[in-house]
Nanobody
Framework: EVQLQASGGGLVQAGESLRLSCSGSTLTLEGWGIGWFRQAPGKEREGVSC?????????YYEYSVKGRFTISSDNAKNTVYLQMNSLKPEDTAVYYC????????????????????????WGKGTLVTVSS
């Protein structure tokens, strides 16, 4: 069974930072597109960021997090990170990471609402709570 695990969530105050990690226990993440998604209470899941599985390693950020969040990968640790700075209360959500085949570009996977079509594996979420 393929497993992805998102971790690093917690309770912080507005303006503070968190770093989320997405680790593959049975999946080598290199070569897969890795997306971060979030679901706030009462809202639908939305795409946040993505790093491409292609050789260029291109990244994508949803408009509301651009300039505040940074996605990166460490192949040696089989982990993808989401560094979240200047957190806002509206960033409060359960954050999920997901693996997508590298044939799909990040804009396709994370930029729309039909991302479930492109995701091969979902990880268990991690809760991020930002207090005002």
């Amino acid at each position: 069974e393929v497993q992805l695990q998102a971790s690093g969530g917690g309770l912080v105050q507005a303006g503070e930072s968190l770093r989320l990690s997405c680790s593959g226990s049975t999946l080598t993440l290199e070569g897969w597109g890795i997306g971060w998604f979030r679901q706030a209470p009462g809202k639908e899941r939305e795409g946040v960021s993505c790093i491409s599985g292609s050789s260029d390693g291109s990244t994508y950020y949803e408009y509301s997090v651009k300039g505040r969040f940074t996605i990166s990968s460490d192949n040696a640790k089989n982990t993808v990170y989401l560094q979240m700075n200047s957190l806002k209360p509206e960033d409060t959500a359960v954050y999920y990471c997901a693996a997508t085949p590298s044939i799909y570009d990040c804009l396709t996977v994370v930029g729309g609402t039909d991302f479930f079509v492109y995701v091969a594996y979902w990880g268990k979420g991690t809760l991020v709570t930002v207090s005002s």
